[in-house]
């Protein structure tokens, strides 16, 4: 716990690779006694931190996202934006947030429950150094891959969990064609199969923060099948003007699944302007 710049208490916990990332975290977060919570790893540095302190008055918001931003010095990374920090005091559904998940954790109320009311903050950041180089990220991703597993087996309706056994999936069939020259083989089709199976059952035509970032590997694995048709869509709303939004590119595995996809985007950008008090 970081108290005026020092550190007031240094609390052990045990190896997160046997008993995962959630325990040790929340063993922490039972010694402390703040009110918000703020959580980093070693391999990160918070940017501009005094910029916080105008969002810690009492407000709507259980929590911030901020952007995490992943330096690499032979690709680039979009930022990830999880909710680092957040109120010890319980949610409006009277639960307190804790850390949930074997690998890939986030505070929530309890599983698929969300972590309240939250924003992402614009004028803070995350520099994050663990993915400097493709041999680096391999390593984590062979370190994380077993734990995932245990994941699956630990919280089987996990929604944010299937995200990440999508794009998994996914890289293991990268790692694998660059291995073999490019060949399909059953391992991969069983993979890309099991991926647009998840994107079906979890996140397609649902209005969740995850769907475009699970779309992506959907579309990777109709690709590599050599399924579906390329679709190119930019869908913008608003009462004066829209403006368009940068054309998202995906392949589809099925009109159905385009469909269902469009449906929900559409029909989530009308309601603002369609509902009472809108």
Known sequence: MLLRGRVDKVIDGPDPRQHGFETPRNIGLAGCAMDWVLWLDTDECLTDPLNLRKYLRENTYHGYGIRQHHFAVDTTFTPDMPVRLFRRRPTPNGKALKWHGFVHEHPESGINEGPGNVIVLGDVNIAHTGYLAESGRRQRFMRNFPML????????????????????????????????????????????????????????GKNIYMAVDSMHWYSEANKMLGHGFDVSVSLSADRLQAKPEAPRNVRYASAEDFEADMRARTNALSAQFTQEYA
């Not at 059953?186 to 397609?204: H, K, S």
Request: some cysteine.
């Open 149 to 204: 597993q245990r994941d699956v087996q630990e919280y089987p309706d996990r929604v944010l969990q299937k995200h990440f056994v999508m794009r998994d999936n996914v890289q293991l069939c990268y790692y694998e064609l660059q291995e073999n020259g490019g060949v399909i083989t059953p391992a991969i089709v069983a993979r890309c199969n099991e991926t647009i199976g998840l994107y079906r059952q979890y996140f397609l």
